[in-house]
C-alpha cells in the first residue's frame, strides 16, 4: 500500500505539474493572442441604454488567433443580416489615419466658414438642409472642388473594398460608386436626431411598412469613426420586421425617446466602422463637446438599378460626371464609377422618355 500511496503522491505530484504547465500555456496563448489582435479598453458604461461591446475581427476568413477552435465566428455578411448592424475593425489602413483626420479638420473648417455649401445643418434631419448655421455634417467629401483626394483613396482601399465585397456578395466590378459624407459634431448646441428608418416614414402602416421591408437594398451603408465616438443608437433586430406597438407609438409621437426598448448605444473606437441596414430603428445623439468626425458612406451593386438611383441621385450628383472627379479617383473605383455614370444615364433617357 505505501508503493500504492508513493505512486499516488506520484501521480498527485504529476497532475499538478501538469496543471501547472497547462495554465501557463493558457496565459501564454491568452497573451500572445492579444498581442497579435490587442484590443482597446473599452469603458464601461452602466446606464440606460446598453452598450454594444465592440467585438474582435469577424470574418468568414477562419481566424485562428481569435476564434475558440470549438466556436464558429460568422461573416460580416450574416451578423449584418441577422443583427440589422456589425461592428468591423481594421477598415482604415494605419497611415491613412491622420491624412483622413488632417482633410476631415479642413472640411469641417470650410462648412463652418460657409465655404462650403454642401452642409447638415442642426434642426433638420434630413434634406434640404436650408435653414440654420451649425454643422452637422459635410456632405460630398468626394467633390473635387473640396481638393481632398484622400476620402476617395481611402473609399476605393482594398480593406473597405474587401469588406463591403463581402457583406453584398459581389465582386469589385458590380459595386457602383455612390454617396460619401461626413458626420460631425456640433458647437453651439447639442442636437438630436429621432427613432427612424432611413426610407421608410413613421406614419407608413403596417401593410406598406412590410412590403417596404421586403425590397432588397443592394447596397450598404456604414460610419467609420476618426475618434472615439458613441452617437448612433440602434434597435437590434428591428431591420425586418413590421414596428410593434410601442416602436410605432414612439417614432409617431415620442421621437426623441430615450426609453426605445431594446435600444443600444453603439460604441466605435477610431478606426472601427458599423455597417447598418438603413432600416434598423435608430436615432443619433451628438454633444457639442464630444468630438466626431466619422466617415459616412454607402456603396450600391450594379443590379439596384432604379432602387438605388431613388437614393443617390436626390443628393444632386452632376458633379461626380466632370473629368476631374474621375481623375481623382484610385484605379478600383473606375469600374464602380463607370457603373454609377451608366445608371445615371440610363435615369436621364427613362425620365425623357416620360416626357
Ligand atoms: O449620425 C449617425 O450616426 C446617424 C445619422 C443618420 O441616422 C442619418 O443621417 O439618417
Ligand atoms: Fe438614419
Known sequence: MQGYDDNKNIYLEEVDLLQQLLLVEFQLSHYERYRQNPQPIQKINRKKPR????????????????????????????????????????????????????????????????????????GTQFPPWDKGDDVWGVQHVMNPDLNEPVFAQWYGSPQLMHAVCEILNVKENELQLELFNLLINPLESDYELTWHRDAISPETSDAEEIERLKIPHYGTQWNTALYDESCLLVVPRSHNRVRTAEERRITEHDPLSQQMPGQLRVHLCAGQTVFYNNNILHRAAYSKDSKRATLHACIGTTTGGHHRAENIFQHGLEWMREEKFRRTLPESMFGPYDNLIRLADQEKAKAAEAH
Open 51 to 122: 452598450d454594444h461591446k465592440p467585438h474582435k475581427l469577424r470574418g468568414n476568413r477562419p481566424n485562428l488567433n481569435t476564434t475558440p477552435p470549438n466556436m464558429v465566428s460568422k461573416t460580416w455578411k450574416q451578423s449584418l443580416d441577422e443583427e440589422g448592424y456589425v461592428v468591423v475593425d481594421g477598415l482604415i489602413r494605419p497611415d491613412l489615419l491622420e491624412p483622413l483626420r488632417e482633410a476631415c479638420e479642413r472640411a469641417i473648417a470650410k462648412a463652418r466658414k460657409n465655404e462650403w455649401p454642401y452642409r447638415r445643418l442642426v
